[in-house]
């Protein structure tokens, strides 16, 4: 497994970056020991020295601990914070891609779609198919969050702004992925958005029908600048929203399986019942 010749990033970032990959997806499991340095050396096609970079830079992240005499093993932890860019990555690396996600702009799940798209368009990545759903709150209407923060009321300005951030995102996605499908790069592409009249206090992906990674949004007061005015307001951060993985098992009565199950059928739910289409 050679490392990409292309890729700009130092190669111990490279090979930290597949090792993390392969932890968060599980290829390697909890208290599993990793494969010797002179394995991962040679795996790779680095020096040793390259491999103890990129075991310090997991240490550092917590996802692995170093045990004299024994070697480097996967932290034992479960149901913790999980970086949610690699899982990405992975469902797009299948035939059929499915992602359903559940917040409050899509602004993070933009950032994360554009380096598989990116390698789809430069046939590193072939799907046949991708189907995204979005379900966001419809800020067309008063809703609880954003607010001003001096009164806790609604405001027509803080609300546009953040329809606008919405929109932006949300567009972006449906562009790109549409563009696939009539570059010919995909056999089929969907993008759809629904809009509800709830303010989430959480978001969610479900990637693949299989996985899920859930996270509570943090409400924070900071100020914000619309179109040269300063508005103090309690807003939602989705970029500062811990994510926590639960994926399908061999047992449907698992906690996990049970979990993932569950997350599906409130989305559709959701997605049927009191959620509008939104036009792209």
Same mark, same amino acid.
């Given at each position: 497994?050679?490392?990409?010749?292309?890729?700009?990033?130092?190669?111990?970032?490279? !090979?930290?970056?597949?090792?993390?990959a392969a932890i968060l997806t599980k290829k390697f499991e909890p208290g599993e020991? /990793?494969?010797? @340095?002179?394995?991962?050396?040679?795996?790779?096609?680095?020096?040793?020295? %390259?491999?103890?970079?990129?075991?310090?830079? /997991?240490?550092?992240?917590?996802?692995? !601990?170093? $045990?004299?005499?024994?070697?480097? &093993?996967v932290r034992e932890r479960t149901e913790r914070p999980v970086e949610l860019r690699?899982?990405?990555?992975?469902? &797009?690396?299948?035939?059929?891609?499915?992602?359903?996600?559940? @917040?409050?702009? @899509?602004? %993070?799940?933009?950032?994360? /779609?554009?380096?598989?798209?990116?390698?789809?368009? /430069?046939?590193? =990545?072939?799907?046949?198919?991708?189907?995204?759903?979005?379900?966001?709150?419809?800020?067309?209407?008063?809703?609880?969050?954003?607010?001003?923060?001096?009164?806790?009321?609604?405001?027509?300005?803080? $609300? %546009?702004?953040? =329809?606008?951030?919405? *929109?932006?995102?949300?567009?972006?996605?449906?562009d790109a992925v549409h563009e696939l499908a009539d570059l010919g790069l995909v056999?089929?592409?969907?993008?759809?958005?629904?809009?509800?009249? %709830?303010?989430?206090? &959480?978001?969610?992906?479900?990637?693949?029908?299989?996985? !899920?990674?859930?996270?509570?949004?943090?409400?924070?007061?900071?100020?914000?600048?619309?179109?040269?005015?300063?508005?103090?307001?309690?807003? !939602?951060?989705?970029?500062?929203?811990? =994510?926590?993985?639960?994926?399908?098992?061999?047992?449907?009565?698992?906690?996990?399986? *049970?979990?993932?199950?569950?997350?599906?059928?409130?989305?559709?739910?959701?997605?049927?019942?009191?959620?509008?289409?939104?036009?792209?």
């Amino acid at each position: 497994m050679s490392l990409d010749p292309d890729d700009p990033r130092p190669p111990y970032q490279q !090979v930290a970056n597949a090792l993390r990959a392969a932890i968060l997806t599980k290829k390697f499991e909890p208290g599993e020991k /990793l494969p010797s @340095g002179h394995d991962l050396a040679k795996t790779y096609g680095v020096a040793r020295m %390259t491999i103890q970079q990129a075991i310090r830079l /997991l240490r550092d992240e917590g996802l692995v !601990v170093s $045990r004299q005499g024994s070697g480097v &093993f996967v932290r034992e932890r479960t149901e913790r914070p999980v970086e949610l860019r690699p899982h990405i990555e992975r469902a &797009f690396e299948e035939p059929n891609v499915s992602i359903d996600f559940a @917040g409050f702009s @899509g602004e %993070t799940l933009n950032g994360m /779609l554009q380096e598989p798209l990116d390698k789809i368009r /430069l046939g590193r =990545l072939t799907p046949e198919t991708i189907s995204i759903r979005i379900l966001v709150p419809d800020m067309e209407h008063p809703m609880s969050l954003p607010c001003r923060a001096e009164d806790l009321s609604d405001d027509p300005v803080i $609300r %546009t702004r953040a =329809l606008r951030i919405q *929109q932006r995102s949300t567009q972006a996605i449906a562009d790109a992925v549409h563009e696939l499908a009539d570059l010919g790069l995909v056999k089929t592409a969907t993008v759809h958005v629904r809009a509800h009249q %709830t303010a989430p206090a &959480f978001k969610f992906y479900v990637i693949n029908r299989e996985r !899920v990674f859930f996270g509570f949004y943090p409400v924070v007061k900071h100020t914000v600048r619309i179109k040269g005015e300063p508005h103090e307001l309690y807003d !939602v951060m989705g970029k500062d929203a811990l =994510l926590f993985h639960y994926e399908i098992t061999e047992d449907p009565a698992s906690m996990a399986s *049970q979990y993932v199950t569950e997350t599906r059928r409130w989305f559709d739910s959701m997605w049927t019942t009191i959620s509008r289409e939104v036009d792209l």
